[in-house]
């Protein structure tokens, strides 16, 4: 394991009082998560930890961006960063593909959701996943601008990359349709739903619409805007989702500041306005805790898709406690159980820093160990639970990959915007976000 380092920061907001030593600690123990934990093997990172556990193809995507924060933190070299990623890629790269429903790792260039955690193949009779694909896809990317050196590893890293990105086939995905299909099963075909209504598939249909060998139409952009559920909640008007994580996911790599698409402009703000009065409206809601939940006030919050207790150990019959589940808040859908998830405030940091950062501070002082350890913020916590014994409070024993992510690189564009810049240089995502019909800001600077 990476040891912490003294490294300080500058506030980017004077009104937000900076424990320096903290946001350290939470980079380097959250990126520890990606670096130690990945396959020995095939270099996969695992879904959760330490429960053991499938791995995901959109946290394997998280941490090939890591491992570049860890180059520029200082917490790897450049060498054995470039040496992970072309070990990732290549495993990407010649594990068999086909339509055959096991001992094959995608299919059309799309991965499936999760991989066996040993063989690296497809793990049970999960999905081919559009979005888990192009939150893979993300990271590779990253690391194909990021690796620009001429050693031989740097290049084959951009090979490898460009390769898989232009394997992936988004068009056979629309299915013949206006919007992209979820997923597809060798067992019964395309998943009968669609990409609609706000949420994280912005990365994804960028992706798609900058690819130069298998496009989507420029309308597609449009065609998906038009199911947005823009409204008023919590006192503030902007595109309603209930979890936080559909407003920081694609934000993580495409910085939206200043510039807009149609549907932006016609509201007058941009999509990072947004996600800044989606953390807010999130804060609000779980301020007023309408129902009453344990430990919720201005610096405990925080409702997103994460880990839950479930009903199996608690004692208070009269309340219903979920399991893994999309929790949120919106206008017309609200899923509380009083079970916070530090990932919400993390993934949000760059929005909004002078709500998000003393929340994270104070769910690990008040908190300590039992919510912030090895790897950082373990997923989720829940103040309401009476367990059986007569203690109370229920605290998650693992860490989640794709709730790590968010949190390990939202703090670094947070800092830095480092993610935000290196992909501004990526001609496919610009290409995909001129396509969708964005203007303004950095996009028409880089014309």
């Keep these: 394991m990476i040891q912490e380092s003294s490294y300080q920061v500058v506030a980017k907001d004077t009104t937000v009082k900076i424990d320096s030593a903290f946001l350290d600690s939470l980079s380097l123990k959250t990126f520890n998560y990606f670096w130690d934990l990945a396959n020995a093997t095939n270099y996969q990172i695992p879904d959760r930890y330490p429960t053991p556990a499938f791995s995901s193809i959109a946290a394997t995507g998280f941490g090939l961006t890591s491992y570049l924060i860890g180059v520029e933190r200082g917490y790897v070299t450049r060498e054995e960063a470039a040496q992970r990623v072309v070990n990732t890629l290549l495993f990407l790269s010649n594990s068999p593909k086909g339509n055959a429903e096991s001992g094959v790792i995608g299919y059309h260039g799309f991965f499936y959701h999760f991989l066996d955690q040993k063989t690296g193949l497809r793990f049970n009779d999960v999905e081919l996943s559009t979005i888990d694909t192009g939150l893979l896809m993300a990271g590779i990317l990253s690391c194909q601008t990021y690796f620009d050196g001429d050693s031989e590893t740097e290049k084959e890293i ?138 919720y006030n201005n610096n405990v919050w925080g409702l997103t898709a994460c880990d839950g207790p479930g009903n199996d150990f608690k004692a208070n019959p009269n309340l219903s406690f979920m399991g893994y589940a999309a929790r949120g808040a919106a206008k017309y859908n609200v899923v509380d159980d009083g079970t916070i998830a530090p990932t919400a405030a993390g993934g949000s940091v760059p929005f909004a820093p002078e709500i998000c950062i003393p929340a994270l501070q104070a769910m690990r002082n008040k908190y300590g160990e039992k919510i912030y350890s090895q790897f950082g913020f373990k997923d989720a916590f829940n103040l309401s639970i009476i367990n059986k014994d007569g203690t109370t409070g229920w605290f998650d024993v693992d860490y989640l990959g794709i709730d790590q992510g968010p949190i390990v690189i939202q703090l670094e564009n947070y800092r830095n915007a480092f993610v935000w810049n290196l992909m501004k240089k990526n001609p496919y995502i610009v290409a995909g976000l001129k396509k969708a019909g964005f203007k303004g800001g950095w996009l028409d600077e880089g014309k």
């Design 158 to 295: 951009r090979l490898l990359a460009d390769s898989l990105y232009r394997n992936v086939e988004w068009d056979w995905a629309m299915n013949g349709n206006k919007t992209m299909s979820m997923g597809w099963h060798p067992e019964s075909g395309f998943i009968d739903s669609q990409w609609q209504g706000y949420n994280e598939a912005m990365i994804l249909l960028v992706l798609a619409l900058g690819s130069p060998t298998h496009t989507i139409a420029a309308e597609s952009w449009n065609e998906w805007t038009k199911t947005y559920d823009w409204a008023s909640y919590q006192g503030v008007e902007y595109i309603n989702f209930a979890p936080l994580f559909a407003y920081q996911y694609s934000h993580m790599y495409i910085d939206f500041k200043g510039i807009k698409d149609a549907y932006m402009t016609e509201k007058g703000i941009d999509y990072f306005e947004n996600s800044r009065r989606a953390t807010y409206a999130n804060r609000s809601y779980c301020i007023s805790n309408p129902a009453g939940f344990v430990g």
